[in-house]
């Protein structure tokens, strides 16, 4: 690139700022496709977002990337339904109603296994204690938490929502197909500078969340995802969960 822009410099066919502005671009451009390493790394969970919605353009370019993801026999088995503001704040209007109100459904799978290991435990109440640390919430401050909680079925803010299905008939490995997916998806969002935030807490109404995609019997909710641009000036923003050492998951066979 720099031997181009220079040789066409040099017959003054184009300016050297011109040169140089294109250069940085092109430069700008191949490091931030190439770097995934770096993309994965500053991945997190944003929880609150700015009231800028990103274009459909956008999004059906983030959902073609994604769409690369590996699945057994190429089965692509993710069903995907994006939520514009009306439909996601019809869904957030229905959804609030019954969580205010106590109305429960009937949950199509457990986030958690019923008997979670201790290890496990730990983190999940880390990973909580964390976020209310960087609310400024106390422990016994039960309305702010509740609060909180709701923040889950405004989409945490976001402009844009998405449901994300499976067919009932998959077992563990197509669950897993999706969930790689989900990492494309999460990884292409901030490629265009988005976040987002995978919510499993839509399983929780699927009669409700039915009512807005008109999704087929056939599918599953997993869950949603909240994605538009990071308010990086949220507190809750600021916080990152904590990770094992590789020793702890990993083992080599000699």
Request: charged share 30%; with cysteine.
């Amino acid at each position: 690139l720099v031997s181009i822009f220079a040789y066409l410099q040099s017959f003054e066919l184009l300016p050297y700022l011109v040169c140089y502005k294109l250069y940085k671009k092109q430069h700008y451009l191949i490091t931030k496709i190439m770097n995934i390493k770096e993309g994965i790394e500053k991945r997190f969970s944003v929880r609150a977002f700015k009231d800028e919605a990103p274009s459909m353009d956008i999004i059906k370019k983030i959902l073609k990337t994604a769409n690369s993801a590996p699945s057994g026999g190429n089965i692509q088995p993710w069903k995907v339904y994006v939520l514009n503001k009306e439909s996601k704040n019809e869904l957030t209007k229905k959804t609030l109603h019954n969580f205010d109100n106590g109305v429960q459904e009937e949950i199509e799978y457990n986030i958690y296994p019923e008997k979670l290991a201790d290890e496990y435990k730990k983190r999940r109440y880390e990973c909580g204690a964390d976020m209310y640390s960087a609310l400024s919430i106390e422990k016994d401050d039960l309305d702010s938490r509740f609060r909180q909680i709701r923040e889950n079925y405004k989409f945490f803010g976001a402009p844009l929502g998405m449901i994300i299905t499976i067919d009932r008939s998959f077992g563990n490995n197509g669950w897993g197909h999706v969930g790689m997916f989900l990492e494309n998806l999460w990884l292409s969002a901030i490629h265009y500078d988005l976040g987002c935030c995978l919510q499993e807490s839509w399983s929780i109404y699927p009669k409700t969340v039915k009512e807005i995609t008109k999704h087929p019997d056939n599918e599953i909710v997993w869950c949603g995802v909240a994605i538009g641009y990071p308010d990086k000036d949220n507190p809750i923003n600021k916080y990152r969960t904590k990770r094992e050492e590789i020793d702890s998951f990993a083992k080599f066979i000699e």
